[in-house]
Nanobody, 115 residues
Framework: VQLQASGGGLVQAGGSLRLSCAAS????????VGWYRQTPGKQRELVAT???????IYAGSMKGRFTISRDNAKNAVYLQMNNLKPEDTAIYYC??????????WGQGTLVTVSS
């Protein structure tokens, strides 16, 4: 499974970005799919994810500002980020977990929010 993330960039505080992640491969199943982020010196943390049951989970600081969505026909997941803050600066990764419990990560896309 290959995951290709895109959409990162430089934005001013209060601005918006939309991240995209497309999954490809010869054969794969999707149990859960979502977004994580990481800053230097810190552990990778959950941003938002679809669970195996199709529900969504958001990290507390992202609720109300970020929205995760998916297009099953395109094997894609998106993250709409609004009202961005400098502390949202990070590398954002998409992750897919298949029904065997294997995790697959995208290469990451850098989001930089200037104050």
């Amino acid at each position: 499974v290959q995951l290709q993330a895109s959409g990162g960039g430089l934005v001013q505080a209060g601005g918006s970005l939309r991240l995209s992640c497309a999954a490809s491969g010869s054969s794969f199943s999707i149990n859960a799919v979502g977004w994580y982020r990481q800053t230097p010196g810190k552990q990778r943390e959950l941003v938002a994810t679809f669970t195996s049951g199709g529900t969504t989970i958001y990290a507390g600081s992202m609720k109300g500002r970020f929205t995760i969505s998916r297009d099953n026909a395109k094997n894609a997941v998106y993250l709409q980020m609004n009202n961005l803050k400098p502390e949202d600066t990070a590398i954002y990764y998409c992750k897919l977990t298949n029904w065997f419990g294997h995790d697959f990560w995208g290469q990451g896309t850098l989001v930089t929010v200037s104050s």
